[in-house]
């Protein structure tokens, strides 16, 4: 078998709360010895409610935080948060949830999409310039983008620079952090399917983090059940979908609405009942 992408061994990620008057400082457990394996070209979701070690997990793949124990390897090689190579960094890019946030007001959209490049490689800048241009077109923009602002796109937009910008040093995965929850549906639909066409062009692997089921049954590959920091369920999406096993996650499909045009008309029949 071919050597992971992505390989997660006995990850956890401990932090101590301030304690204060008659308050004493307490240990909480943000994410608890977490394993799993990723392969080339797949999508794994990480689902749960807020506050369950999601973010705090893709802090730690992303080697933004070190974690406090267990360790990530990344095309076979173990990744140091303390250390991060030039070369490591290459590797590992995020998508974060809000659009708006995540560019620099004041850069120029081709400064955003060359700045990875400027940092992490040795390309001059007409090369530079040309593979900004090259993945403008690549996320659905054009050329006319590359001199304006971010002020002067749409959420939609400004998340496709975002994902443009996240590939720029050909990263071997891509942690979507909630991409798509701060926009409208119907723009969520094209982000989607923009990512989806992305991954089967170059063969990306994706750890996608959601809280939103309909999206995770879309994308993934794999689906991950966190709650209060412990996995309780993995499995293929078909699978935990279908026939989950854990009573979390039953719970948390159970509270999901069912937003399918026969839910909805079933709905509105029940109702027309009760009233008639």
């Not at 070690?53 to 140091?80: F, H, Q, V, Y």
């Not at 990512?195 to 063969?203: A, I, N, R």
Request: glycine share 8%.
């Amino acid at each position: 078998m071919a050597t992971p992408v992505l390989e997660v061994r006995n990850l956890t990620r401990d932090y101590v709360t301030s304690g204060g008057f008659l308050r004493p400082a307490k240990m909480v457990h943000a994410v608890k010895s977490v394993n799993f394996t990723l392969q080339k070209g797949k999508t794994l979701a990480v689902v749960g409610e807020s506050g369950c070690g999601k973010s705090t997990l893709a802090r730690m793949i992303t080697l933004i935080d070190a974690p406090t124990a267990g360790e990530i390897l990344i095309d076979g090689l173990k990744a140091d948060a303390h250390h991060v190579t030039r070369e490591m960094r290459q590797k590992v890019q995020i998508v974060f949830q809000n659009p708006y946030g995540s560019l620099n007001p004041r850069q120029k959209i081709g400064d955003v999409l060359g700045e990875p490049l400027l940092l992490n490689t040795d390309m001059k800048a007409p090369e530079r310039r040309d593979k900004a241009m090259a993945m403008l077109t690549k996320v659905g923009l054009g050329p006319e983008h590359f001199n304006r602002y971010p002020h002067m796109f749409s959420g939609g937009q400004r998340q496709r620079i975002a994902i443009a910008r996240a590939l720029m040093l050909n990263p071997s995965f891509l942690v979507l952090d909630e991409p798509v929850s701060a926009l409208d549906l119907s723009v969520q639909a094209q982000i989607l399917n923009l990512l989806k066409d992305l991954q089967d062009e170059f063969g990306l692997t994706y750890v996608f983090i959601s809280h939103d089921l309909s999206v995770v049954r879309y994308i993934a590959d794999e689906v991950m059940v966190m709650y209060f920091g412990d996995v309780v369920e993995h499995g293929t999406r078909d699978a935990v979908f279908g026939d989950p096993q854990h009573e979390y996650t039953r719970t948390l499909f159970a509270a999901t609405p069912n937003s399918s045009v026969e839910s909805i008309k079933a709905r509105l029949a029940k109702k027309a009942a009760l009233v008639g």
